[in-house]
């Protein structure tokens, strides 16, 4: 079945170095989510993206989708201590199950 | 402004016992989803329903859970008998337009503990 894998796992900064994390799917997406957890709390919707090589900026953060709509990445430039949670994707498959597969999340954690 | 609402928050209960745990999605969304997280597994899809009929639970063990809707304003997701391996959080979320792309607002959680 389709899946969905998020590197790293894990990952410590230091406030203001910048981070990245990156989502790879098995299968062609027809569209990926991205959502943020807080320690304790529940996911937040961030973002969709649908086309291909689709570029969306939130502030500080720039989201990605591959060429191919297999990949993606969230990058956050210049990290504050409010950005410290667990980063997750999620993507539908353009073929087969039509249900929404989330990765297994990137757990940031920051040192003020 | 609208959230989705979960009871009970919290839940601990001792193997063998029924677990009922209820969702309220947002006023005016017709898809609701049910998620278990673990620390092992992550967020797993166990099931969802659209203008609440079941679209897919493929991945909720059949023969200890299920889940209804008996109305647009109640999700119920039940575990008879609960066991030790069903202790996670479980999230309800609900969307707008009726699809799995839809965004999909989450509710807070019940934290299931089974002793």
């Known amino acids: 079945g389709q899946q969905v894998m998020q590197i790293p796992q894990y990952q410590h900064v230091q406030e203001g170095e910048d981070f990245t994390t990156y989502c790879n799917s098995s299968?062609?997406?027809?569209?990926i989510q991205w959502y943020k957890q807080r320690p304790g709390g529940h996911p937040v919707f961030l973002i969709q993206l649908v086309k291909s090589g689709e570029v969306k900026k939130q502030k500080r953060l720039t989201f990605q989708f591959g060429e191919a709509k297999k990949n993606s990445s969230l990058h956050i430039t210049a990290t504050q201590t409010t950005d410290v949670g667990t980063y997750f994707c999620?993507?539908?498959?353009?073929?087969?199950?039509?249900?929404?597969?989330f990765g297994q999340g990137t757990r940031l954690t920051i040192n003020p | 402004d609208a959230r989705v609402t979960q009871t009970p928050r919290d839940k601990v209960t001792e193997m063998g016992q029924e677990v009922t745990m209820r969702c309220q999605p947002i006023?005016?969304?017709?898809?609701v989803f049910w998620y278990r997280q673990t620390m092992m597994q992550g967020l797993e899809l166990l099931a969802y329903?659209?203008?609440?009929?079941?679209?897919?639970d493929s991945g909720m063990p059949k023969d200890r859970f299920s889940a209804e809707m008996p109305d647009a304003t109640l999700a119920t997701l039940k575990i008879q008998p609960s066991e030790p391996r069903d202790s996670a959080v479980y999230f309800c979320?609900?969307?707008?337009?009726?699809?799995?792309?839809?965004?999909?607002?989450f509710g807070p959680g019940t934290r299931l503990t089974v002793l």
């Open positions: 329903f659209r203008n609440r009929a079941p679209l897919d």
């Open positions: 979320a609900s969307g707008l337009t009726g699809g799995v792309t839809d965004t999909q607002y």
């Open positions: 299968t062609t997406l027809s569209n």
């Open positions: 999620a993507g539908q498959a353009i073929q087969g199950a039509q249900k929404l597969v």
């Open positions: 006023l005016g969304h017709n898809t």
